[in-house]
């Protein structure tokens, strides 16, 4: 295990908003740089496009991590294509591609078109990332999602997706069903996974949470 610890931060938190025609989308970008990995971790939708362009160059990001192919954590793939940077999928999700539902309005089907190289790194299994990033399985929002755990940090520390998606998610008693998610089942075990094992989680829509608290983040947040 590399002795020397990785850094991580927080490049664009999830924001935990909706309105009545539903959620706004923005979920949390995590760079992580272990070594000469300059990882991040999903890349959001069109709508913080430009900062991930900005991103790619300012941080000299070499690895693009995808936790699962719905599209406000994967519509700007397209770019780390464009600069031939390795994206990191889970097989089932590429899997889903292939038998489209209409019912399901939030898995980007187009991936394989915007995504035409051979830089594609499909995993199957847990597997390490770099010396001290470690990809596992979290599935139940969808088969395929995958989440990352950052060791030779102080504290246990996992990059969730949508495995965790809000703050709410942690703290809720009830087992209520989540629309989004494949398997409510698969899910909420996931979710309780990461609740027993980690000290600090980064949830997909929501700011940090730390030994049980939500972390206050600096973002600048702004209503119309």
């Given at each position: 295990?590399?002795?020397?610890?990785?850094?991580?931060?927080?490049?664009?938190?999830?924001?935990?908003?909706?309105?009545?025609?539903?959620?706004?989308?923005?979920?949390?970008?995590?760079?992580?740089?272990?070594?000469d990995k300059r990882i991040l971790f999903d890349t959001g939708h069109y709508s913080v496009r430009n900062n991930i362009l900005k991103y790619i160059k300012l941080y000299k990001i070499n690895t693009l991590f995808l936790s699962h192919l719905h599209f406000d954590h994967c519509l700007n793939a397209d770019l780390f294509s464009e600069f031939n940077i390795d994206i990191y999928v889970h097989q089932k999700e590429l899997d889903r591609l292939k038998s489209k539902k209409?019912?399901?309005?939030?898995?980007?089907?187009?991936?394989?078109?915007?995504?035409?190289?051979?830089k594609i790194k499909i995993f199957k299994k847990s597997f390490y990332l770099s010396p001290n990033v470690l990809a596992i399985e979290t599935p139940g929002h969808t088969s395929g999602h995958s989440s990352l755990v950052v060791n030779n940090l102080n504290k246990s520390f996992i990059i969730?997706?949508?495995?965790?998606?809000?703050?709410?998610?942690f703290t809720s008693k009830t087992k209520k069903n989540d629309k989004t998610a494949e398997d409510q089942v698969q899910m909420?075990?996931?979710?309780?996974?990461?609740?027993?094992?980690?000290?600090?989680?980064?949830?997909?829509?929501?700011?940090?949470?730390?030994?049980?608290?939500?972390?206050?983040?600096n973002a600048d947040f702004f209503e119309f």
């Amino acid at each position: 295990m590399n002795m020397k610890k990785p850094i991580v931060k927080v490049l664009i938190p999830g924001i935990p908003l909706k309105t009545k025609f539903g959620g706004l989308g923005y979920c949390s970008i995590v760079l992580i740089i272990d070594g000469d990995k300059r990882i991040l971790f999903d890349t959001g939708h069109y709508s913080v496009r430009n900062n991930i362009l900005k991103y790619i160059k300012l941080y000299k990001i070499n690895t693009l991590f995808l936790s699962h192919l719905h599209f406000d954590h994967c519509l700007n793939a397209d770019l780390f294509s464009e600069f031939n940077i390795d994206i990191y999928v889970h097989q089932k999700e590429l899997d889903r591609l292939k038998s489209k539902k209409i019912s399901d309005v939030y898995t980007f089907y187009f991936f394989n078109q915007i995504v035409k190289n051979k830089k594609i790194k499909i995993f199957k299994k847990s597997f390490y990332l770099s010396p001290n990033v470690l990809a596992i399985e979290t599935p139940g929002h969808t088969s395929g999602h995958s989440s990352l755990v950052v060791n030779n940090l102080n504290k246990s520390f996992i990059i969730a997706g949508d495995a965790l998606k809000t703050y709410k998610d942690f703290t809720s008693k009830t087992k209520k069903n989540d629309k989004t998610a494949e398997d409510q089942v698969q899910m909420r075990r996931t979710l309780e996974y990461i609740k027993d094992n980690f000290d600090i989680i980064i949830p997909g829509h929501d700011v940090m949470i730390e030994n049980g608290k939500r972390v206050k983040s600096n973002a600048d947040f702004f209503e119309f």
